[in-house]
């Protein structure tokens, strides 16, 4: 049984930091795209960043570059967000998801991905 668990949100202030974790357990992790989506109220779910099952390769939704890094722990079976200089737009429900083989463009897709967490909140307060 696959499962993603999302740690980390919380209510922050503007220019703010925060790290969300996302622990994987029964999927062989190295196979797996990583991805992060977020969901506002009101708005559809959107790509943030992904960390290739190929290795090395980062892909950010352009609101997030430059501010969001993603990284990925194989032999933890873990992908963390780290997300610096937050903004109230920022604010969201934050999503950890899975895509099997998952390359470009296609993981930039939500409908691509396999598996899901139950997100984490994030509050940006300005």
């Known amino acids: 049984q696959v499962q993603l668990v999302e740690s980390g949100g919380r209510l922050v202030q503007a220019g703010g930091s925060l790290r969300l974790s996302c622990a994987a357990s029964g999927l062989t992790f190295i196979r797996y795209t990583m991805g992060w989506f977020r969901q506002a109220p009101g708005k559809e779910r959107e790509f943030v960043a992904a960390?290739?099952?190929?290795?090395?390769?980062?892909y950010y939704a352009d609101s997030v570059k430059g501010r969001f890094t993603i990284s990925r722990d194989n032999a933890k079976n873990m992908v963390s967000l780290q997300m610096n200089s937050l903004k109230p737009e920022d604010t969201a429900i934050y999503y950890c998801a899975a895509d099997l083989w998952g390359d470009y463009p296609r993981l930039l897709r939500a409908n691509e991905y396999e598996y899901w967490g139950q997100g984490t909140q994030v509050t940006v307060s300005s």
């Open positions: 960390f290739s099952w190929r290795g090395g390769s980062t």
